[in-house]
């Protein structure tokens, strides 16, 4: 089955770097889009950057532009969020998502990474 794992989140002061990681498992990677989400506390889950399935593709929401970088690794079946000058309104639940190929196809995410920002 498709399983998406998280991992890299912490604690990190003002102005710090953090690397997240999305390892996937049970479907063809190198197929689908990947992006990256988060969901701080009383706040909707938001879009954060999007790569395609060669990684040609990349769009970022514009409060991380300059900042955060998304890539991938499709023989290591991962997506990575390398997250740099990190702001107290980065703190969030991190989230990878499978893009969908086509209308009607089911939506998978990981569990979530918790990333804190504060001094």
């Known amino acids: 089955q498709v399983q998406l794992v998280e991992s890299g989140g912490g604690l990190v002061q003002p102005g710090g770097s953090l690397r997240l990681s999305c390892a996937a498992s049970?479907?063809?990677?190198?197929?689908?889009?990947m992006s990256w989400y988060r969901q701080a506390p009383g706040k909707e889950r938001e879009l954060v950057a999007t790569?395609?399935?060669?990684?040609?593709?990349?769009n970022y929401a514009d409060s991380v532009k300059g900042r955060f970088t998304i890539s991938r690794d499709n023989a290591k079946k991962t997506v990575y969020l390398q997250m740099n000058s990190l702001k107290a309104e980065d703190t969030a639940v991190y989230y990878c998502?499978?893009?969908?190929?086509?209308?009607?196809?089911?939506?998978?995410w990981g569990q979530g990474t918790q990333v804190t920002v504060s001094s």
């Open positions: 998502k499978r893009v969908p190929r086509r209308p009607g196809d089911p939506e998978y």
């Open positions: 049970g479907f063809t990677f190198s197929m689908y889009g």
């Open positions: 790569i395609s399935s060669g990684g040609g593709r990349i």
